[in-house]
């Protein structure tokens, strides 16, 4: 798979052509938008991957550009501007999916490969021909089974023929899209990759034409025999992978909620502290300039170009420290963004706040020594924030909190106005406040700044599930706590793996995103159905053929599957029959929605199994609303 990446920030492109390039992805870049026009134009790419702030020509009106001219792969865009207006402003001209920096390198590598998914004719995420499997998550493939130990460019040209095997591919085709743009391969090294990559396939116990020859025209997947299996690859194993929010679900409650540092995020954090040690000297000198402006400021000397100029460089410094993990340092950087970018120029009167911010910033900087590995983002360990100033407390939280796979940032503030909430980090999955004890003759206004805390954690993170912990355990609390926004309360003291035990408890809370598996021959509905879900959270699978239906049942393990009645070979009554049939799926939610309004239709899809039947059109929230019901029934059920 071949990326085009438009990037004019040198760290970023590093950073991104190691990420992609462990990936299988080949990967041209280029630095200003213009010159992204000339290489998107001339070559051919299966994504575009588009900072929006770049010389020449931004990255929207580039994207708009590439879309007028009828270009239909797809665009990610990858910036820093994370404001509703920008992502609107990106999507609108014509953008496939936002991202925005700092961005989790393994989320932005599974976005980059849903999108080629997407845009490929084969959108499901494990390729399957026969008896070969390609897994591009993993970058595994098998046949019959058995692993096949390839090169990365036999492995691109393998996964080129699945992601298109109803295609002949030329010998001119395959060197355009495998190699480099800077490579200039004879066509003599495509027949040596195919012949190397037969010639591993034949040993797994594939047939000497697995890969075909259409003299004159190029190579393609031969047809396999029907009871060699089946040709339609399958959706993605998610039983046990972490949402978007990074919550799980279906883990054992006494087992880590993830695995040591595998020998790949090893290898990419001494790739990282690699790249600090030429990074870091280069901030600091871009300090110098932020320190300057603040002195211009001072005199009243700091012209709109330069307070531009300034505010552009604490735009990639954010960009920048975010790469690294630096996570409460990037936040500074956006602090000082924030201020240089207001549409009124700087005062006089606002250089001490400048000069707190940049200094800080420098120090920030200049104390980091080494890159940790809590600071390489994972995309599997959830985050705590524990809002406490018992220090024995958070030390053994700590520990227990570890021993689980659960990051722990620690606020030791109950000051609602305190600045250092500025910088905290953006993303937690789960809050912990720890009320300190209350003494029965307390005065109101002293109690009442830790209620006031509680509604801060409450409006600054309204979705999050927020623990309070009280040495008081009577009504008034427990009352005052549910008021303000809290989801449990515990009494202290409680020991810290309890505590612990409740926090993994409200990670798998059960309004975390479904799988919902949805099957319908009408193609542009089943276009239209995520769409419809997303404000729900659904993870959505759509499936146009029903006699794949039971490959991909299984391979999805939905929480809720809806059918459509009247489809081509098999009928969605006989379907729902099947699964009734099978213990295995004997309790799986099962919603008609169809055209058909009469009662009869209605009756017998209750008569085979149905828990419910609505009529087309259907809008979202009752959609949604109904197969809510439905996995509420289930779960009362199962406890």
Not at 289 to 298: A, E, F, P
Not at 563 to 590: A, K, T, Y
Request: proline share 6%; charged share 20%.
């Amino acid at each position: 798979m071949k990326i085009l990446l438009v990037e004019d920030d040198d760290l970023l492109i590093k950073v991104l052509t190691r990420n992609l390039a462990s990936h299988h992805y080949v990967v041209d870049t280029v630095k200003d938008g213009e010159m992204g026009w000339t290489y998107g134009s001339t070559f051919e790419y299966d994504l575009i991957v588009l900072d929006i702030m770049l010389p020449k020509l931004d990255g929207i009106s580039l994207c708009k550009r590439f879309r007028t001219q009828g270009y239909t792969q797809p665009i990610l865009l990858l910036t820093a501007q994370d404001t509703i207006t920008a992502k609107v402003q990106g999507l609108d001209a014509g953008a496939d999916d936002y991202v925005v920096k700092p961005f989790d390198p393994i989320e932005l590598i599974a976005r980059i490969r849903a999108l080629v998914r997407r845009g490929s004719n084969n959108p499901f995420p494990l390729l399957t021909w026969g008896d070969l499997l390609l897994n591009p998550s993993t970058c595994e493939v098998t046949y019959n089974g058995r692993p096949l130990n390839l090169t990365t460019m036999e492995y691109d040209l393998l996964e080129l023929l699945l992601r298109d095997c109803q295609h002949v591919f030329s010998t001119e085709e395959l060197l355009d899209r495998l190699w480099s743009s800077e490579d200039f391969p004879s066509e003599a090294t495509v027949r040596s990759h195919i012949r190397r990559v037969r010639h591993k396939l034949v040993a797994a116990g594939a047939p000497q034409d697995f890969i075909a020859t259409m003299h004159g025209r190029g190579y393609y997947l031969k047809a396999p025999n029907t009871e060699e299996g089946t040709v339609l690859s399958t959706t993605s194993q998610e039983n046990n992978s972490p949402n978007a929010s990074g919550r799980f679900k279906d883990t054992q409650s006494d087992a880590p909620l993830h695995q040591p540092p595998t020998e790949s995020q090893q290898q990419y954090l001494a790739f990282l502290n690699e790249t600090w040690t030429t990074t870091k000297p280069k901030s600091l000198d871009q300090m110098t300039i932020l320190l300057q402006t603040v002195r211009d400021l001072q005199t009243n000397q700091l012209t709109p170009q330069k307070q531009a100029q300034a505010q552009q460089l604490a735009h990639k410094l954010a960009g920048t420290l975010g790469v690294f993990g630096l996570t409460k340092t990037m936040h500074v950087a956006r602090q000082l963004e924030y201020w240089l970018g207001g549409r009124e120029p700087l005062q006089p009167k606002h250089a001490p706040l400048m000069k707190t911010l940049v200094t800080a910033l420098q120090q920030e900087i200049d104390d980091t020594t080494l890159i940790q590995m809590s600071q390489v983002p994972n995309g599997q360990s959830p985050l705590l924030l524990l809002v406490s100033l018992d220090t024995e407390f958070n030390k053994s939280l700590e520990a227990v909190a570890v021993s689980r796979g659960i990051r722990l940032e620690i606020a030791q503030t109950l000051i609602a106005t305190e600045p250092y909430w500025d910088v905290l980090a953006q993303d937690p999955d789960v809050i912990m406040l720890r009320l300190p004890p209350i003494p029965a003759n307390a005065a109101t206004s002293e109690e009442s700044k830790y209620w006031e805390t509680l509604q801060t954690l409450t409006q600054r993170y309204p979705d999050l599930p927020i623990v309070v912990m009280g040495d008081r355990g009577d009504l008034s609390d427990r009352l005052e706590v549910m008021r303000r926004g809290g989801k449990l309360f515990l009494t202290a003291p409680t020991p810290p793996e309890q505590v612990i035990d409740a926090v993994v408890n409200l990670l798998r809370d059960p309004q975390i995103s479904h799988k919902v598996m949805i099957l319908d021959d009408d193609q542009d509905w089943l276009r239209t159905l995520p769409t419809l879900l997303k404000p729900w959270g659904f993870k959505v699978t759509t499936l146009a053929d029903p006699q794949q239906f039971w490959t991909v049942l299984q391979a999805v393990t939905p929480d809720a599957l809806v059918l459509d009645v009247n489809m081509p070979h098999i009928n969605g009554f006989e379907l729902c029959q099947i699964l009734r049939s099978d213990p295995q799926w004997q309790r799986l939610p099962v919603l008609f929605l169809s055209v058909l309004t009469d009662s009869e239709s209605t009756n017998q899809a209750f008569t085979v199994g149905a828990d419910d039947y609505l009529c087309k059109p259907v809008k979202g929230v009752e959609l949604a609303n109904r197969i809510l019901r439905r996995l509420q029934r289930v779960k009362a059920w199962a406890s």
